[in-house]
């Protein structure tokens, strides 16, 4: 496991499992090679050996890394390394993987509020909110683009009631003033433009380059 060769790490994990089912490293062995499921990439073996250890071991006194994992697993399935290979934002996938991971990250938090992983997860779980939201906008703007402006404008609505503590936020109530614009609903419209103005008075949006700028908010490190 050392050395990352994960998939002999995995056979001889399995085997000391096999051999000795009751034997004190038995649980160790199947914690380890979740681990190195995960580590290897093989997402699906990796989330049947977590889920398999807490069915197995509900009580097991390091059960909540295995929830963490689990949450890790599904994270970093939809925060993939081809994304920052072609640029890509991750929030433009299809969110099933993000609502996952934020499903196991939840359950730890609320099984275990006092464990050691329960602050990274509510990180995790805070990125995870705000990647939801931008996933919303991402598929108002495609619809906006298309001149679908219902659709546009119940998906703005979505990102702005389901997630309204998230800076996805803002462009949301900026393409509901322009989806009111074009179905004619002009007193929406300007009810929008006034929350929009009053909590981003100094928005982006509201200049010709903002407006057209790709804010590449999920690359944290830049």
Request: charged letters at 25%; proline letters at 4%; aromatic letters at 16%.
């Amino acid at each position: 496991m050392t050395g990352q060769h994960y998939e002999r790490a995995i056979q001889l994990f399995g085997k000391l499992e096999a051999s000795y089912p009751f034997g004190t490293y038995a649980q160790q062995a199947q914690m380890e090679i979740a681990y190195a499921y995960y580590k290897s990439g093989d997402q699906a073996q990796a989330l049947a050996a977590v889920e398999r250890f807490i069915k197995l071991h509900p009580n097991h006194a390091n059960v909540d890394y295995m929830y963490y994992l689990r949450g890790l697993i599904n994270f970093n399935d939809q925060i993939g390394f081809l994304n920052f290979i072609y640029a890509q934002d991750p929030t433009e996938r299809d969110p099933k993987a993000t609502r996952e991971a934020f499903a196991a990250f939840k359950q730890l938090v609320d099984k275990f509020p006092e464990s050691q992983y329960t602050p990274d997860a509510l990180q995790r779980m805070n990125y995870l909110v705000n990647a939801m939201a931008q996933y919303e906008v991402h598929v108002a703007r495609y619809y906006y683009r298309r001149q679908a402006y219902l659709a546009s404008l119940n998906r703005a609505q979505s990102a702005v009631n389901d997630f309204r503590d998230s800076p996805a936020i803002e462009e949301a109530l900026f393409i509901m003033m322009r989806d009111y614009d074009k179905l004619g609903m002009t007193d929406l419209r300007d009810d929008t433009q006034r929350v929009f103005l009053k909590n981003y008075p100094n928005s982006r949006f509201l200049t010709p380059e903002g407006s057209r700028a790709e804010r590449h908010w999920w690359k944290f490190w830049q």
